[in-house]
Every structure is written in C-alpha cells, then in structure tokens.
C-alpha cells in the first residue's frame, strides 16, 4: 500500500474513496470512547506497514476501521497530551517540551476528561500522565480522570517502575504503589478490569496511555526470544516491547467483544509523536525525515486508527489531514458534550472520518522544544534549532503533499508563503506553565 504520494487534497480532508462512500448511519446512544496511545511508536513500526513488525491486533483493529494516514501530533510527549486533553496549542499554553517535575499544565485549563465527567460519562487515566504534578491537585485523578493508575511523569522503568532519578513512579489516584509486574501487563490487565466493572449505566471516556515503545528497551524473555533473527539488539527488543504491548492491546479490545460493547464503543489508537532510531532507541519512521523531538514528519506524522463498527467506515483509508489538536473538537461531535466556551485551536474532522467531507484547516502550528513547524494548505515551514554553543537556526520549506519525505526545500521558489509562514510562527502564542514557588 502505497502512502506516499499524497496531494493537498489530503490537507483538506478528502479523498475519493470517503467522497464516493455511501453515507454511514450513527448508533443509538453515545458512544463509550477507548483511547489508546502507545509511546514513541514510529511511522513504520506498525504491521499494516512492515512485515517486520507484529501487531496482529491492531492490524485487525485497523481492518475493522480507518487507518488515519496524515496524521501529525506534536513531536514530543508532554506536548502532544496538553494538545490532546484541552484541544490548544501546547506552545500556548507554557508545554512546548517534556514537562519537568518543577512545572504543570495550568490549573485553570479545562480538560477533555472534565467536560465528559460533565456530560455524564465516567472517565480513567490508565498509564501515563506528564503533565506535572507540583501539588496534589495537579494529579489527573483531581483534572478531570474519575481515577488515575500508572505513572506521572516521562518515562518509567518496566520492571521497577522507578523513573528518572530512581524515582519512585506508580500511583492509583496519587498514592505510591508498590506492585510487581511489567507495566504493559499491568495497565492492560487495569484497562481490562475498568471496563469490566464500569458502571454499566453510564458511558465510559478511558484513556489508555501505555509507556511502551518507549525506552527503557525492556521486554519479556517471551516476546524476545521471537526476534532471535533481528541483528541489532535494540531494535530487537524494541520490537519484542511492541508486540507485547499489542498483545495487552488485543486484550482490552476483547473485553469490550465479551462484553458486547463493540458497536457502541469509538476506539482510538495513535502514537504521541515519532520514533527514535537514533540513540539507541529502536524505532523506526522510514521512509520519513528525522525522528522525535524534530519539526520534519519523522517527529510529527504517525500511525493511527479509529473504528466504530457501524459508523466509520471499516478497511478504510482516510487521507485527510488531522492532528492531535483536533481530538477534543472531534470527540465533542460524536459525544455530544459542551466544551463551555473554551477557545479551541484544533477543528473537528468527525464529518471527514465519517463520511469524507472536506473539513479545512487554518494554519496549524506544532513540533516541541525549539523545533517548529507551520502547516498551512500545501505549504510546510520546518524551523530547526540546532544547539550548541552559538545555536543556529535553519528554514525549510516543502510542498508537503507533493514531497512527503521532505527532500527538496523550496523556499526560493515561493518567497512570499516562506515569509508569511514565518510571521504565523513568529506570531504564535508563547504562554508559561505551571511552576513550583520558588
């Protein structure tokens, strides 16, 4: 399958199997919402993708959904869950890189677990947070999540479930645990009890952020001695990790198969921004440029599927452009829940997924740290900050549609969308995060 070739038709949200798609009916009732994110998974590190990979399940999740196929998050991961929780800019809010144990996503920013809490549905965070935790309100479970198991902060090891530092790091609703096991283990076999003992009268919102792929590269001995044959040790067990974690993932989908949820459950599977081949990390975006924690497609464009039997359409491909900015506005159309007013920086893409409309965006701003970028029709303004002891800015600018690999910057031949993207970056709201006092 060939997803490389792309035209701007993909930044407006159509492609002409949804326009000559018949118009899907919605289920009754709303929806139950199955988030799953898995952490630092690259473009290519999926089995509809590379055969070197095995993901059996979503594979088949994809087979019964849409594979979302120009999709960007923010190339980092503190920054990618302030986008997806509030639906605004991560740059605007103080979160344009991981969030360290000093700061916190503002306290006074509603959330997306909040405005479904007050829709009526009940609402987890099962994995990972990162959003700070400076004081005992900034803990997920008092931000929205009825409860919150896992770890706060970015990375934990899967066995000890220690973090940076040795830091002690798992918490049911902000109480440390200790507990033995590996975590993806751990928080499939939570999301699998959460649902099992949901409240069964009122919809559920679980968002399923699990740390694997990400490093510490650990895997059991199971999964490892599968990839004898893979000569690098760390893509090795980086690819061990991943099938492990798609096993927990077939297992939570099973749960809502027993328990006769299937068609009346929207899940969500995506990566929070791109893989790492360098350093050790193991991942994998060919045949995109870079990697995380860059403003090139290797850090912002990864897979994605979203299925609901019965209303998206299933073996689909879908070719409109999408980011992590616009869940919550997505998630407020087929939910049916009241935002309250709050000033969104993504749109809602829900008539494209469902039925292939043209859905348009105006610029959108996205990378992390100092890396940036600006999408805006078939243009994209790559601003990369190379450190060091004089740190040097460079521009780029492709027809990103057109040249998806980003081989041939084009800055010269089109000066004036290179300087007006600059003045939309330049221009773009830098706020500041929450912080300890000092």
Known sequence: MSTHSLTRRGFLGTALGGLLAPRIGRAAGRPNVLLIMSDDLGWNDIGYRNPEVKTPHLDGLAGRGTRLEQYRTMSVCSPTRCALLTGRSAFRLGVPAPIPLTNALPIGERLLPGMLRESGYQTALIGKWHLGIIAPEYFPHR??????YGYTGGETSYYTHRGNGNRPDWYRDGELLEEEGYTTDLLAAEAVRYIRGRDKDRPFFLDL????????????????????????PFRRTYLAMIECMDAGIGRVLGTLKEEGLVENTLVIWVSDNGGTPANNAGGSNTPLRAQKGSAFEGGLR??????????????????????????????RDAAGFDTGGVELDGVSVWKSLREGEAVEHGPVVMGGGLNSCVYRGEFKLVEQVTMGQNPVTTRFLFRI?????EERDVQAEYPREMAELVDILRAHPRGQPDRLPA
């Open 302 to 331: 990864v897979p994605g599927i979203v299925s609901w039997p019965g209303v998206l359409r299933e073996n689909h491909q879908h070719d409109g452009f999408l980011t992590v900015l616009d869940w919550l506005p997505t998630l």
């Open 143 to 148: 931000r929205g999540f009825d409860s919150h």
């Open 209 to 232: 952020s699990l740390n694997a792929p990400h490093i510490p590269l650990e895997a059991p001995e199971e999964y490892l001695a599968r990839y004898g044959h893979i000569a690098d």
């Open 401 to 405: 549609f057109d040249d998806p690999n």
